[in-house]
């Protein structure tokens, strides 16, 4: 049972590191356009500022 | 497809770029041209008009190209003047800079986002130049005086594209937050549901004694660590709405969901002091879970629809051209003009108020307003109304009613008075909830008390069995059932070019009995074709090169039909009348001299030339090519179907005929339609309206479902509860059909959900309901009911063509 201690820890981590991800990209704003970021790959030029 | 591509304006479809077309838009171009060099440099190239060239001479001059190679099939837009101050709306940063929100009408793909992000980074005062294809949102920040904002705004609108300050739709919409704020609580939820099943799964396995007291114990501590603060946090729409509805006397699903999901989190907690054998941690926030994603798929249908209808409105506010006593010109808002004011109407215009020509001859384009598909001559004394588009010279129009106590603002009224009738329509999932919520707290109520007054039970041992029954009550596939459904089903019709605009249009649609079609535009595709001709191909040229020199419908018309024609040299335009050049007419039947024209009920050009009879170039407006069988598809269905048009009794007796529909109406104002249409609603009939013109906005708000095509007029769109794209009819029998499924598996799913419920409720009631199996019952019915949903996306859209 000790391996617990060390693995629910672990799974949490590695849980909340998924939703701090997740709650990051939602803040930079990329789930704001996803018509518009699928057609962007498509530009060849790398000079379009993109912020 | 993107709600973009359906709400765009009309683009003509690419033709083979000879000599006579425009080098920017793609337009034939016709008399004047305006010369330049390609984007190329390499040769000279032709521009309909002088605001073509500008913008092709700035995408060439910022090296920018390429934008015509990743245009494909469609043309770029013909550049309107800027029309509303945008220094306004800009707001300072702070610093040295300012900001501005734009929403750009016209965005068809990727390229438009291209071009406009690339041009505006070109200037190197410009911050950031970021588009959203998604909202046709540009966000725009530069270094500079706020004024610097009709600048920038002016290089994006020479490029042809339709500007408006976005801040009056995020005001109206307020939707971007709330949705993303909906998505950080199902990311929430989601992890938290995760985590506390994991440690569950591990109880539920040591329930035979393989666990000790203390693990599990510490197990449900550590769910309760997660669970709680999750719940309190992803919790919130839920409870807000729960409190608001308390506050208001009423109560709605978010009561019972709030009490159940609460009662579960103190309980448990009880039950990990006590260190008992069951916690309901995972069944509190894996509720929460379902519940958020079914919220999430609701508002985002609701949310695009809402945001379509602000989109037009914040693009439809004009301005006007006022003359003053010296003979000036002054550009004012139409909401600024007053009765007196004498306005200047350029060709192609549409005119902002009711009014009486004072000068100037030309025709109007009323089909918009009054459902008449030729254009009505103008001349001195005739009176135009707002609405109405100036198809040849110049016009001065003295203005008799403006703003409020214009013809078009009456049809705005008139909706609007409609749609307050359709308002009270309650959707079937709010009916059932209304029905459902004091069930459940009864039956929750009632299992505590005869727990502790019949059987003897402890408070809390009755609680805790109280609130199994609302966990398991807890209407999760119930609140499912009908987004999933939806979602689902406007996916699919997006697919076949439909998009839903209100969210109980499909339940509404699945109701319909009986039909009303508007004839010009909607049965038929609303421009003049030819349909007959003399035979002898030198008079077709000849009529078709002095037809190369308007933009008249019916000139338009007969180029279109004879292409390979060259424009005339030294052609005058006589506006109302016909064109003249080298001593051939074409034009009216006085104009060349007829006195005794055919009246077959269709629209006629003549052409006469020197010492010859004049020959006659007939024009009806063709039925939609599908018309007749989706017609035939309806009364298949057992639907009944009339028209109800504006038009001429010929006109509409003979497309009445042609698409097999026995009962029609002509010469229908638009407050008759509506009148109309609550004859229908009083005699029992539900009744589905398909319109385009302003004057069938009334009578599409009033009908108990309706639906236009996307050509149709933005207040027209608006009214509708579905647009559908293209040339063919079918997809009103495509939309009923859909419908119906759709409206069959809420129907099941909402038999499931009770069903489901039925059952399980003895089962909670008696005790035997352990977070296990609340576990199991509750992922099973969601799942049974999502499944059941996606059945209707499966197969292909029927009936649709390459």
Known sequence: ?51 | MTDAALFAPTVSVAAPATARTCAHCGETVRGETVRGKTAQGASEALFCCAGCATAHAIIAAAGLGAFYRQLEQIHAHRPEPLEIDFAAFARPDGQEGASLELLVDGLDCAACVWLIESLLARDPTITRARVHLSTRRLSLAWRGPLADANGHAGLVAALGFRLAPYDTIAAAVGDDRETRELLRAIAVAGFAAANVMLLSVAVWAGHDGSMGDATRTLFHWISAAIALPAVAYAGQPFFRSALAALRAGRSNMDVPISIGVTLACIVSVHEAWAGQQHAYFDSAITLLFFLLIGRYLDRRARGRARQAVHALLALSSRTATVIGADGSTVSRRIDGLVPGDLLLVAAGERLGADGIVSEGISSLDASLVSGESLPQPAHPGVKAFAGTINLGGVLRVKVTAAGENTLLSEIVRLVEAAERGRSRFVAIADRVARAYAPVVHMTALLTFLGWTLLGGLAWDRALLVATAVLIITCPCALALAVPVVQVVASTRLLRSGVLLRSPTALERLAQVDHVVFDKTGTLTLGRPELVAAPDDPEVRRVAASLALNSRHPLARALVRALPEAMPAAGVVEHPGEGLEGDGVRLGSASFCGVTDPPDDGRSELWLARPSQRPVRFAFADRLRPDATATIAALCRRGLTVEVLSGDRGAAVAEAAAAAGIAEWRSAVTPSQKAQRLATLAAEGKRVLMVGDGLNDAPALAAAHASLSPTTAAEATQCAADAVFQGDALHPVAEILDVAHRADRLVRQNLVLALLYNLSAVPLAILGDVTPLVAAVAMSSSSLLVIGNALRLGAGRPHGKRS
């Open chain 1, 1 to 51: 049972m000790d391996s617990l201690l060390i693995l629910i820890p672990a799974a949490l981590v590695l849980g909340l590191l998924a939703l701090a991800a997740l709650l990051w990209a939602l803040r930079s704003g990329q789930y704001d356009d996803p018509d518009g970021a699928a057609g962007r790959i498509l530009f060849d030029d790398d000079d379009a500022r993109s912020k």
